[in-house]
């Protein structure tokens, strides 16, 4: 069976993952402030407006403006495409909100989107809302376990409430970029621990401010064929790219 490819807009990404994501993929984005989680995002909707498929960016913080003005000034013109229809921006207060996810499928799916990015992931999974009649028995806790092998030590309200994100997320037909923050000599890629064992992709970013060198690592993507060899990237004019030159 052939796997449709969906590009991913980051100049040099593609060839290394045999065209793109994987088409209804969630790939995991993670990286500690400053590698470029926010900027790659903006990447793959801006090359789905390009490509006449509707994108859709759900942030948690409510300064869209901001991220629309930080975006041009790396040549990511996003305002044709926001007129058009192409891109929309949805601000999320997860403490407001009744049930974020809900909102966002119910988004996706009356909008027709074929990309999504949610920025980020981390604060979702740190507000358990699904989570009113979790006072399940040990046989519920060992189930769970036989689905998710992640860390015992994980809790298990946590561990289910990611787990029905995720779900809620594969029931859509859209490829969707999860971006979660990492801590510094953490074990796990992502913040919650538990979200790579979920998605079908990860990629880490990294920095090392001491050489000034940015990473990028293809950790996992299954149907797909890559490299596990960190990709040098930089940042330019014209955003986010993978440098020939591999260190």
Do not use: W
């Not at 997860?94 to 990309?115: A, H, L, M, S, Y």
Request: hydrophobic share 40%; net charge negative.
């Amino acid at each position: 069976m052939t796997i449709i490819r969906i590009t991913t807009g980051v100049p040099g990404l593609d060839e290394l993952l045999q065209g793109g994501f994987p088409k209804g993929s969630i790939i995991l984005v993670s990286g500690m402030p400053g590698t470029g989680k926010t900027l790659f995002g903006m990447h793959f909707i801006y090359e789905g407006a390009k490509n006449d498929q509707r994108s859709l960016y759900v942030t948690l913080d409510e300064r869209i403006e901001k991220l629309i003005l930080e975006a041009e000034t790396i040549g990511i013109k996003l305002r044709n495409f926001i007129d058009a229809g192409k891109i929309e921006f949805l601000y999320l207060d997860v403490e407001k909100e009744e049930d974020f996810i809900e909102t966002i499928t119910k988004k996706v799916r009356e909008g027709n989107f074929e990309r999504m990015v949610i920025d980020s992931i981390s604060a979702l999974c740190e507000t358990p809302i699904f989570l009113r009649e979790l006072e399940e028995s040990h046989k519920f806790a060992k189930l769970l376990d036989t689905m998710i092998p992640v860390p015992l030590d994980a809790p298990l309200v946590t561990r289910m409430h990611i787990t029905t994100i995720i779900n809620e997320l594969r029931g859509l037909n859209c490829t969707s970029i999860l971006i979660s923050e990492l801590i510094d000599e953490s074990k796990g890629l992502s913040r919650d621990t538990i979200t790579e064992f979920l998605v079908d992709g990860v990629i880490i970013l990294t920095l090392d401010e001491t050489m000034d060198i940015r990473k990028m690592k293809i950790r996992k993507m299954r149907g797909t064929k890559h490299t596990l060899t960190p990709q040098s990237i930089e940042i330019t004019s014209q955003g986010l790219r993978i440098k020939k030159d591999v260190i």
